[in-house]
């Protein structure tokens, strides 16, 4: 019963999430929102939907450690194993822009959520916790990069041509059952991932950063690969950017102002420090080989990094 919760929450939260991109998609095409928006902004929330629902719960249920873990997982594989798999089927170009003010962005997301989640180590406190200052803080720096989106959304862009404009009625129905599957989903996923995570012995924090964090992230690796076999590289990098910083301003900043969370530096750091040092690679890879480019050299390295990561996760 607990594998079955696993496998059938995960499911419903992909489909869901699927559902809720296709109809949030098609109503941003209505509006004419550009490829680099969509990608940043509704795409991105879509596809970021399962950690928020899936650490909510962690949350409510008392266990912050896959919550935690499973938005920093999510951040690392996003970088080391979706850009990685997607850049080794087909290198991506990747936009000024993205290079030097959403790539950046994401390493500043990573560096605030080291910063507010070291209260032992920064300020000498008894504890370390993201409290709800530090959540409302996360949730103002989401208000600011939304500012950015939009008003990147003023540029004309070309228009995401494969998404097709569905009737309205047909994309809020989406949207609701979306949302639906959705909550049912996460609920028995996060019921289901906590009883596996007891049966086979691991610390919540491990399953977390890997069973959670890469099963939430299959709506990224999908859509990045699409995208990148259709050479929409906006939509696949700023996907990816965009998630991660949905990730850390919004999601972790909506949980945390909702129930503060403990945050096991010991443990955790290591993990924070990965996320770190896959956001300046991924900054590195647009510079290094090819200037605004990703190619199957960096994708490869990213693959194996993350491939190394899950070893010493295991072992240690």
């Not at 949030?24 to 939907?49: C, E, Q, R, Y």
């Not at 480019?293 to 993350?306: C, D, L, P």
């Amino acid at each position: 019963m607990d594998y079955l919760l696993f496998v059938g929450g995960l499911v419903m939260v992909l489909t869901g999430a699927n559902w809720l991109i296709n109809g949030a998609s098609s109503i941003a095409k209505m509006f004419n929102v550009p490829d680099l928006v969509i990608g940043l902004t509704v795409v991105a929330l879509g596809t970021s939907s399962p950690e928020l629902i899936a650490n909510y719960f962690a949350v409510m249920d008392g266990k912050p450690d896959i919550a935690i873990g499973g938005i920093m997982g999510s951040n690392i594989a996003n970088v080391l194993l979706i850009l990685g798999v997607t850049t080794i089927i087909y290198p991506i170009k990747v936009q000024s822009s993205t290079v030097w003010k959403e790539i950046p962005f994401s390493l500043l997301a990573a560096l605030i959520l080291f910063i507010v989640a070291n209260d032992q180590w920064l300020d000498g406190a008894a504890e370390s916790q993201i409290s709800r200052t530090d959540g409302l803080v996360l949730l103002a720096f989401m208000v600011v990069f939304m500012v950015y989106a939009f008003e990147v959304a003023r540029k004309p862009k070309e228009l995401l041509s494969e998404i097709p404009t569905m009737p309205l009625w047909k994309s809020v129905l989406l949207l609701v059952i979306g949302l639906l599957l959705l909550f049912l989903g996460g609920k028995f996923f996060v019921d289901g991932a906590s009883a596996v995570a007891r049966s086979w012995g691991v610390s919540e924090r491990v399953i977390g950063l890997t069973i959670v964090a890469i099963g939430t992230s299959l709506p990224e690796l999908a859509t990045c690969v699409v995208a990148a076999l259709q050479k929409k590289a906006d939509i696949a990098v700023g996907n990816v950017v965009g998630s991660n910083i949905f990730n850390i301003f919004f999601i972790l900043g909506t949980i945390a102002t909702i129930k503060p969370l403990p945050f096991n530096a010991d443990a955790s750091n290591v993990d924070a420090f990965v996320m770190i040092a896959a956001s300046i690679a991924l900054f590195l890879a647009t510079r290094i080989f090819t200037r605004n480019q990703i190619g199957r050299t960096e994708g490869v390295i990213f693959a194996t990094s993350y491939a190394i990561y899950l070893i010493w996760l295991m072992i240690f």
